[in-house]
């Protein structure tokens, strides 16, 4: 590809590439933030440039600012513009350049969570289900879909039971969530349901998909490679098409087994937490787990680790169908 010198050209360092981030395509700019920049491609998928690795997904670069670059919303792009993906070269319609750095120096971003071993597995479902909750409603403070976390583990002590949930009652996607789950948690049929959440909210990943992804995040903790029951995979793989390219694209790549970078990370913190010697440190680790998955996103990644705890809780139940 031949740069014109008229052309804006901006250069980064590309740090980490995720697996599924093209070599080659074409497609449109959905938006341009601080932190970055989401482009539309072919099969109904998002691509970005981050820049913090918290952000990171199998369809992502994570970059860092070199020579002429400015922050990612302050390039000269627009919503809608024509983009072309070419090797490390990505060019828009309207002429802003972006160089990513020689091929080969990222490292690979894959995503997956590590299972647990067996040994650990029983600790991390009795022991982790109750801080995990407490940690959710007091960190989310009726933020996104943290209310519904009173469903998989009630305090009866605060007045938050399955019977007497909490809930943020003007919000009208709490209540259609809660509509959903609390059936299934009763007829023992929990993961079901998760096909019922996706496409529920509002923005960029509406608040289900961002709790089908936690949800299973948990089972891939739990569980690893042993797959969903066919009937739940399908489910939910045809309702992903009908979600926001954002949604749909994380919820595919979760069935996939893969995962954003920041929930990669809470699960892991969660899974350390659950192997602590003393009982009275999981609590604690398990707040500061919750706390930095929260700050993703307006509600995103509390609305994650309220999935998680949900995918947690219904694995420690028998609610996985087999």
Same mark, same amino acid.
């Given at each position: 590809?031949?740069?014109?010198?008229?052309?804006?050209?901006?250069?980064?360092?590309?740090?980490?590439?995720?697996?599924?981030?093209?070599?080659?395509?074409?497609?449109?700019?959905?938006? !341009?933030?601080?932190?970055?920049?989401?482009?539309?491609?072919?099969?109904?998928?998002?691509?970005s440039?981050?820049?913090q690795?918290?952000?990171?997904?199998v !369809?992502?670069?994570? @970059?860092?600012?070199?020579?002429?670059?400015?922050?990612?919303?302050?390039?000269?792009?627009?919503?809608?513009?024509? @983009?072309?993906i070419?090797?490390?070269?990505?060019?828009?319609?309207?002429?802003?350049?972006?160089?990513?750095?020689?091929?080969?120096?990222?490292?690979?971003?894959?995503?997956?969570?590590?299972?647990?071993?067996?040994?650990?597995?029983?600790?991390?479902?009795?022991? %982790?289900?109750?801080?995990?909750?407490?940690?959710?409603?007091?960190?989310?403070?009726?933020?996104?879909?943290?209310?519904?976390?009173?469903?998989?583990?009630?305090d009866?002590?605060?007045?938050?039971?399955?019977?007497?949930?909490?809930?943020?009652?003007?919000?009208?996607?709490?209540?259609?969530?809660?509509?959903?789950? %609390?059936?299934?948690?009763?007829?023992?049929?929990?993961?079901?349901?998760?096909?019922?959440?996706?496409?529920?909210?509002i923005?960029?990943?509406?608040?289900?998909?961002?709790? %089908?992804?936690?949800?299973?995040?948990?089972?891939?903790?739990?569980?690893?490679?042993?797959?969903l029951?066919?009937?739940?995979?399908?489910?939910?793989?045809?309702?992903?098409?009908?979600?926001?390219?954002?949604?749909s694209?994380?919820?595919?790549?979760?069935?996939?087994?893969?995962?954003?970078?920041?929930?990669?990370?809470?699960?892991?913190?969660?899974?350390?937490?659950?192997?602590?010697?003393?009982?009275?440190?999981?609590?604690?680790?398990?707040?500061?787990?919750?706390?930095?998955?929260?700050?993703?996103?307006?509600?995103?990644?509390?609305?994650?680790?309220?999935?998680?705890?949900?995918?947690?809780?219904?694995?420690?139940?028998g609610?996985? %169908?087999?």
């Amino acid at each position: 590809m031949l740069l014109r010198h008229s052309e804006p050209f901006y250069g980064f360092q590309t740090l980490l590439r995720g697996v599924d981030f093209p070599r080659s395509a074409v497609g449109a700019l959905i938006s !341009s933030h601080a932190r970055a920049l989401n482009i539309a491609v072919s099969g109904n998928r998002l691509v970005s440039l981050v820049l913090q690795e918290a952000d990171m997904t199998v !369809s992502s670069l994570l @970059v860092r600012p070199g020579s002429g670059a400015v922050r990612l919303d302050e390039l000269p792009v627009s919503p809608d513009e024509r @983009v072309e993906i070419r090797e490390r070269v990505i060019r828009f319609r309207h002429g802003c350049v972006i160089n990513l750095g020689a091929p080969g120096e990222a490292i690979p971003y894959e995503g997956r969570i590590a299972e647990l071993p067996a040994a650990c597995r029983r600790r991390l479902t009795n022991e %982790v289900p109750g801080p995990l909750t407490d940690a959710i409603l007091t960190i989310g403070r009726g933020r996104g879909l943290a209310p519904l976390a009173t469903l998989f583990h009630g305090d009866p002590a605060a007045g938050n039971t399955p019977e007497n949930p909490g809930d943020a009652k003007g919000d009208p996607f709490v209540r259609a969530a809660r509509a959903v789950l %609390v059936p299934a948690l009763e007829n023992a049929r929990p993961l079901h349901a998760l096909a019922r959440l996706v496409g529920l909210g509002i923005g960029l990943t509406p608040s289900g998909d961002d709790f %089908v992804a936690g949800a299973l995040a948990a089972r891939a903790l739990v569980y690893g490679s042993e797959p969903l029951p066919a009937q739940i995979t399908e489910a939910i793989a045809e309702r992903a098409a009908g979600t926001t390219i954002a949604g749909s694209t994380i919820i595919r790549d979760a069935l996939g087994g893969c995962f954003p970078a920041y929930l990669q990370r809470f699960a892991r913190d969660i899974a350390r937490a659950s192997d602590m010697p003393a009982a009275g440190a999981i609590p604690r680790r398990i707040r500061a787990a919750v706390s930095r998955a929260a700050e993703h996103g307006h509600s995103s990644g509390i609305d994650a680790v309220t999935g998680f705890a949900f995918g947690l809780t219904s694995s420690d139940t028998g609610g996985i %169908v087999t």
